[in-house]
């Protein structure tokens, strides 16, 4: 008779396989630098990332797109927000994304105040259609910058760090998710204002999207502080990723504001493999 640690390893392993599978299916992007983690951290990542693209799917419409009424989004998303918070304790979920979850949070230590702050900004895309400044800043801490702060968790599970070092990591943590954000909101404001009816930015101008790439590119600087400070498992794939959304914001910029209001810009295939290849040269060889 098998032992019952073979039945929970097969279905951790299953577990982590349908998270691989999610980031796969939507993001590029971060498959990529995912794949220039270490295998251990690349798990927890696509763990992490999982269950934010699941609550995101909630809010972005396909719930509402399965015939679910508004209050009934709500209700959904406030479930998931109470099973997601349950794994913090609790060993086992049946859902495959909240298991796997669970297991990186309560590894990792994973603060229950960093998941409440993501689905709060989650909870804002399903009323909330404009942002005053404040209110802007608000949403970018709870949708990225304590997304940053858990990947930090992950990459930091089996090291330590000086508290000055900590708190250099957790800064350029936050400030790596607030740039991330804020790139998506340039190209996707296509989308986000004819598909789904928000505007994260006021009434957009050249001006605007020039400081919105000063701010941008504020951030990504003071992230790139904290690179050689990561376990060398996470430096490659978080290099790989800045680098990626530095190359976007050259785009963004460059783009005309036709361009940006109609369509979505991205970075070629090709472009984003000689990054990650450039990344991994810069660990690896130029240490």
Known sequence: MADQQDFLGRFDAMSSKATATVIAHYSSSFTLASKL?????????????????????????????????PDAVA??????ERQVLLSLSVPFHTDPVIHAFGNTARKCGFEQAHIVAFFDSMRRDLSQTSYDPTQLDEYIYGSAEVIGLMCLKIFLQDSTASPQDRATMEHGARRLGAA????????????????????????FTEEMRDEIVTDIREDLDAARLSIPLLPFGARTGVRAATDLYGCLVDNLESASL????????????????????KAMWKEVFQK
């Open 37 to 69: 983690l270490s295998p251990k951290i690349r798990r927890d990542i696509e763990a992490l990332y999982a269950m934010v693209r699941v609550a995101d799917e909630v809010v972005d419409g396909a719930a509402a797109a399965a015939g679910c009424a």
């Open 75 to 80: 209700e959904i998303l406030d479930n998931y």
């Open 258 to 277: 036709e361009d940006l209001k109609n369509g979505r810009i991205r970075v070629p295939s090709m472009k984003k493999a000689s990054l990650a290849t």
């Open 180 to 203: 991330f954000q804020k790139v998506n909101f340039l190209r996707d404001l296509a989308e986000d204002r004819e598909g789904l009816g928000r505007s994260y930015l006021p009434v």
